[in-house]
């Protein structure tokens, strides 16, 4: 016993109980909530000067030496690298915000950066992070209602010059500015292309039917939608036909040569007569599969693997043109646009998996390179956009402002229905957020009306990027909105600073947009106050360059 004693003495008693191990990092309470906070506004300032029609461009250097020169918040955020976790959260809700709706990435970002800033005083009250959720999902429900109710208008599909306004809102803060006009014309063509009702429901797959295809040289005029499709191929045979008007068009899936083995194949071969035959047999399977083919009296055979010679001569004798190793996404366009089926063995094909609506197929050389087109389809269902401009990076930054407009397009035949740009929507659900706070009893209409003063901070914005006097112009436009019911559409036009009436200027986005927005931020910063704790765990020092089973007490082997 006693000598128990001595020994638990000696021990020192019971020390510190380390239970993380050594090499985790744990911050939590107050110093994460600011941290996130801080990251998240930091995120929210790279984007800042990318909003609105006199927005800044930002060059990024990729570690591969490329240069992207944008001023779309997604593909900004795409080549930054962050660290913080909070961080990384910003750029993915860019992301999202890109894939569902298309446009508005950089609002999304600056609003849920403020949407942030605001909870911090709240923090500091020491009031309760899920106070401040509360009061701020309550708004995001409230801010929803009232866009639909209050602030959205009904618009007519019909209309194309209604429809070109809120396209043209979207380009207008783009590269693209210049030639919003064609740039409308080839968005509102394309969408319309593409779009397939199948019984009474609506699909429109921008991502996989629209094809742009970027050609380097001559100008930016030159671009337009085909009435069909284009793909980068020649013809596989030179003295095949070049030109045919109203092919009849067949689409494979299958090998017009002879099956090879999977791996190596070994014939054992007795006689040479042998040898001849297995060549015979080869030959008569490609002419079997010809003559099923030709039997059809295709003129134009499109393939997406491989034509041998003897194939190829086959059909030249017949005066068949083949086109051969079409990538698979455009053997689908080509299907769409001329009403084609594609076959997967030739000895399937019937009369109506021949494809009868194209008008043309030519092939024709633009720069270095020949280009196979089919056009002047009837009532394709696919189209390719054809942009031509001065150079490889213009290019790229157009593409990418097209994909904008191609997607406001869409969300307009999918939901049709408005609300005006330029601050204007976001200054109204401010002012009726702020009104709906007083009826809110206890701590909560605090959040609730920081969330209406973080919504101001998009024609805060507008009003900075273009030089105009913030304070007052703000000042100005919320008494507008707090005066009467017919100034809704009040707004910050982008160019000039002015206080305007958007409805006369034309500046409209779809609802879609703007209520993807709203959610997609306000959920982030609600996400993003929840945590209180952050365990990151970092690797032991040197272990990186060993693999598992090295270290133990041998030497490391000379490199």
């Known amino acids: 016993l006693i000598h128990f004693y001595k020994r638990s ?75 913080h976790p909070a961080a990384k959260t910003m750029i993915e809700i860019a992301r999202t915000q890109d894939e569902e709706v298309g446009d508005g990435t950089t609002s999304v970002i600056v609003l849920a950066a403020e949407m942030l800033g605001v909870s911090q005083q709240f923090l500091e009250e020491k009031m309760h992070p899920t106070i401040i959720i509360k009061a701020y999902r ?39 500015a210049k030639w919003s006009d064609l ?5 509102m063509q394309a969408v319309k292309t593409v779009s397939v009702d199948e019984s009474g429901r609506k699909e429109i797959d921008i991502k996989r039917y629209a094809k742009v295809e970027k050609i380097p040289g001559g100008s930016i005029e030159d671009s337009r939608v085909l009435r069909g499709v284009m793909f980068n191929k020649d013809v596989t045979h030179p003295k095949m036909k070049r030109r045919i008007e109203k092919p009849r068009i067949l689409l494979l899936d299958c090998n017009l040569e002879y099956k090879k083995g999977e791996s190596q194949t070994n014939i054992e071969i007795m006689k040479e007569e042998d040898f001849s035959k297995i060549l015979e047999q080869e030959e ?37 043109t083949a086109v051969r190793r079409l990538r698979k996404s455009d053997n689908l366009r080509v299907a769409r646009a001329c009403g084609a089926t594609i076959v997967n063995r030739t000895d399937e094909i019937s009369e109506e998996d021949i494809g009868t609506k194209a008008g043309l197929f030519e092939v024709r050389k633009i720069g270095d390179e020949y280009f196979t087109f089919i056009e002047e389809c009837e009532d394709p269902k696919a189209c390719t956009i054809l942009l ?57 209409q605090w959040p609730y009306k ?5 919504l101001e901070i998009i024609p805060r914005t507008l009003a900075q990027n273009c030089g105009a006097n913030t304070i007052r112009s703000l000042t100005a436009l919320r008494a507008k909105h707090a005066h009467e019911e017919s100034h809704v559409n009040w707004g910050i036009n982008g160019e000039t ?11 409209w986005e779809p609802l879609s947009v703007k209520l993807q927005v709203y959610k997609t931020s306000i959920e982030t910063a609600i996400l993003l106050l929840r945590i209180d704790d952050i365990v990151s765990g970092s690797k032991k020092r040197g272990d990186e360059a060993q693999g598992p089973a090295v270290d133990h007490g041998a030497p490391m082997p000379e490199a």
């Open 9 to 83: 003495k000696m021990m020192g008693g019971p020390g510190p109980i380390m239970v993380l191990s050594q090499n985790t990092k744990r911050d939590s309470g107050k110093k994460v909530q600011m941290g996130n906070i801080s990251a998240g506004k930091t995120i929210g300032d790279v984007v800042r000067t990318c909003l609105g029609p006199r927005a800044m461009l930002k060059m990024l250097m990729d570690p591969m030496g490329g240069i992207v020169m944008t001023n779309d918040g997604n593909a900004i955020l795409r080549e930054i690298t962050v660290q």
């Open 138 to 176: 309550q708004a995001l429900e409230d801010a929803a209602e009232l866009l639909r109710e209050k602030v959205s208008t009904p618009i007519d599909l019909e209309d194309q010059e209604q429809m070109r306004k809120v396209i043209q809102s979207c380009i207008g803060t783009k590269f693209i």
């Open 497 to 507: 600073g002015e206080l305007e009436d958007m409805s006369k200027l034309g500046i």
């Open 183 to 187: 740039a409308c014309n080839i968005a």
């Open 450 to 454: 920081a969330v209406a003063s973080a």
């Open 388 to 444: 031509r401009g001065a150079s490889k990076d213009i290019l790229n930054e157009v593409e990418r402002n097209l994909q904008d407009a191609l997607n406001v397009a869409r969300n307009l035949y999918m939901e049709p229905a408005l609300v005006p740009g330029g601050g204007a929507t976001e200054m109204e659900v401010a002012h009726l957020l702020t009104q709906k706070a007083k009826s809110i009893s206890g701590v909560t």
């Open 284 to 320: 008569n399977y490609i002419r079997k599969i010809c003559d099923e083919i030709i039997a059809f009296k295709p003129d134009l055979v499109i393939t997406e693997k491989g034509v041998s010679d003897l194939a190829q001569h086959f059909f030249n004798k017949a005066g068949i």
